[in-house]
Nanobody, 115 residues
Framework: QVQLVESGGGLVQAGGSLRLSCVASRSIFSFNDMGWYRQAPGQQRELVATITSSGRTSYGDSVKGRFSISRDNAKLTMYLQMNSLKPEDTAVYYC?????????WGQGTQVTVSS
């Protein structure tokens, strides 16, 4: 099993930026396609962005052009650069495999965007 630890969230005004990090506990991370997910209060968890093991990226329509996903396999770390944040981006953000079979979810990191 792989443990995932997210960090970097916080409170930011609309239009601001944050950079989230996800650190994995095992090197198997490097061979897996990964994704950032978010869950707002009362809503289901949704996939925000994905990155393949080789670095190919894809984004949900709501974040396309504002968010950028990247990874550093040598550091077992994945990032989510979030720019032009909107109040509707407020959620707990999680990282996990971009596949049906997930590793255990981490605690997530709270992102709150004020208007």
């Amino acid at each position: 099993q792989v443990q995932l630890v997210e960090s970097g969230g916080g409170l930011v005004q609309a239009g601001g930026s944050l950079r989230l990090s996800c650190v994995a506990s095992r090197s198997i991370f490097s061979f897996n396609d990964m994704g950032w997910y978010r869950q707002a209060p009362g809503q289901q968890r949704e996939l925000v962005a994905t990155i393949t093991s080789s670095g190919r990226t894809s984004y949900g329509d709501s974040v396309k052009g504002r968010f950028s996903i990247s990874r550093d396999n040598a550091k077992l770390t994945m990032y989510l650069q979030m720019n032009s944040l909107k109040p509707e981006d407020t959620a707990v953000y999680y990282c996990n495999r971009a596949s049906v079979l997930k590793w255990s979810w981490g605690q997530g990191t709270q992102v709150t965007v004020s208007s």
